[in-house]
């Protein structure tokens, strides 16, 4: 890999269920995408950090190159849980790439999902992100992690779900299909899932998110209810950041395509399929600064 076109350029997505990782090189574009464990940095920084290196080492095998050059690697990350330029320098000095940038993960996504074309974007996997980009500029709304925002993620409709388990177990709520199913995961113990919830993470919430968007689905109230806040969220973050009616949308994530049928004419009027993937727009990132470099270097 002497040619500046052949330096290896890394590009990663994570977040609380996983990262996805794609290696290429500016000439090739990427070889390969090889998914890895759970890289939240504010939940596991040094769990992170060890599943984006054994991700990356993976795939630079299978894309039948030797991990002796990831020394001289340019990569772009882009993480949840990545608060301040303290939390991205620490990640950066950990990985051993010669040119390492780390974002939140708001930045590759939105990137990815809108390549620049102006317009908004919902994600709602594991967390939330709720965005526009209008004139190459990029605005969030949320974003500040599980504990204190992250409304409508797939983590959020978890823990409310179960809270409502719990309350119809007391008989404040009565019982639906989907809080009898929760109940029963746990063999009919509330206190299980008060155990649960003492060392939960947003991911292990998250997992309950299918049986809610399915529990409405099938017209289940307490699943309707649930996904109906959602929705309701989703359209006050969107108004806050100036969405108008005509305005290009695009719903991402696990749960994202699933709030369609709960929002407004007006904001599904045009429906955007994603450009690219969060690990395709931080691959992207990578390949702008390698670019970048090669020009100041000319």
């Not at 070889?31 to 920084?45: E, K, P, Y």
């Not at 719990?166 to 404040?172: A, G, I, Y």
């Amino acid at each position: 890999m002497s040619d500046s076109k052949d330096t290896l350029i890394i590009g990663v997505d994570g977040g609380g269920t996983g990262c996805r990782v794609a290696v290429g090189t500016e000439r090739d574009g990427v070889l390969i995408v090889q998914s890895g464990g759970r890289a939240n940095v504010s939940t596991d920084l040094v769990l992170a950090i060890a599943n984006i290196k054994e991700a990356v080492e993976a795939a630079t095998l299978q894309a039948g190159l030797d991990p002796k050059v990831l020394d001289r690697a340019i990569a772009h990350l882009g993480l949840a849980g990545v608060m301040t330029q303290a939390d991205a320098d620490k990640v950066a000095r950990a990985l051993p790439y010669a040119n390492c940038a780390v974002t939140d993960d708001r930045l590759t996504v939105v990137i990815g999902a809108l390549d620049g074309a102006d317009g908004f974007l919902v994600s709602t996997g594991t967390g939330t992100i709720i965005a526009t980009c209008q004139a190459q500029k990029l605005r969030y709304v949320g974003g500040w992690g599980f504990h204190v925002s992250d409304q409508a993620s797939a983590a959020w409709l978890g823990r409310l779900a179960l809270d409502r388990t719990l309350q119809c177990h007391d008989k404040v709520l009565g019982h639906t299909d989907m809080t009898r199913k929760l109940l029963a995961h746990f063999n009919s113990d509330p206190n299980a899932i008060v155990t649960f919830s003492m060392s939960a993470s947003p991911s292990d919430y998250g997992s309950f998110s299918p049986l809610v968007v399915d529990a409405a689905t099938k017209g289940d109230a307490l699943g309707l209810e649930l996904m109906r806040d959602g929705a309701d969220y989703i359209t006050r973050g969107l108004t806050a950041l100036g969405f108008k009616e005509g305005d290009a949308l695009c719903l991402t994530g696990g749960v994202g395509p699933h709030y369609a049928p709960f929002l407004g004419q007006d904001l599904t009027g045009r429906i955007v399929q994603a450009k690219r993937t969060a690990v395709e727009g931080a691959f992207h990132m990578a390949l702008l600064a390698a670019r970048k470099m090669n020009r100041v270097g000319t």
